[in-house]
């Protein structure tokens, strides 16, 4: 099954120029952001590929997002 393409500046259209800003001024949010590019991207290969990864693993991928995203959106409007 796949999922919609998962775009925080998409998702956050009004935090766009947050986003920008720590990511210039905050190693560590700049790094959860890049986690959570790259979570995303290798949760859509396995997706769109069907490559053998047992669903338990695609779900521990997607939760772990979930935190990543939550985070960063705490981050955002502190």
């Given at each position: ?34 986690e959570f590019?790259t979570l ?10 069907d490559a ?27």
């Open positions: 099954m796949i999922t919609e393409h998962q775009d925080l500046k998409a998702e956050f259209p009004e935090l766009v120029d947050r986003m920008d800003q720590l990511q210039s001024e905050q190693g560590h949010f700049a790094k959860l952001y890049e590019n995303t991207a290798a949760i859509e290969h396995i997706e769109r590929n053998a990864t047992g669903s338990h693993s695609l779900e521990e991928m997607k939760k772990k997002r979930l935190l990543l995203k939550d985070e960063i959106y705490r981050m955002l409007i502190a």
